[in-house]
């Protein structure tokens, strides 16, 4: 299990670092406050709506990637409960618990 969310944390982090080489890239001469860039003042706000935009992509995949992986998986979700059910069936089959507890450990669950 480590080693897959060492793997992971490899992945996200190398990705977050190629995505901003990429953001950080030179736009070349004659771009910028010098006012020789026809589209200046819509340069000035793309910019930032871009750099926001980027980051919530980024961020989305993040979480897409942690939940395929099992991250951020609620205990109390539905198999949960089943499996809890078939754990305590089989303790009662082998013996190890009584009939007795039997019955209060399944009202607890199911209640």
Do not use: C, Q
Not at 5 to 11: G, I, Y
Not at 21 to 30: F, H, K, M, T, W
Request: proline share 4%.
């Amino acid at each position: 299990m480590e080693s897959r969310t060492t793997l992971l944390a490899l992945t996200v982090i190398s990705a977050t670092l190629a995505t901003v080489g990429v953001a950080a890239a030179d736009a070349g001469p004659g771009y910028g406050w010098s006012g020789e860039h026809p589209m200046m003042w819509s340069g000035m706000f793309m910019g930032p709506v871009m750099m926001i935009l980027v980051v919530v992509i980024i961020a989305v995949a993040i979480v897409v990637v942690l939940r395929m992986f099992g991250f951020g998986a609620h205990t109390s979700s539905p198999g949960t409960h089943d499996s809890s059910i078939a754990i305590l069936n089989e303790r009662f089959a082998k013996g190890e618990i009584d009939k007795v507890e039997y019955e209060e450990r399944k009202r607890s669950l199911a209640g």
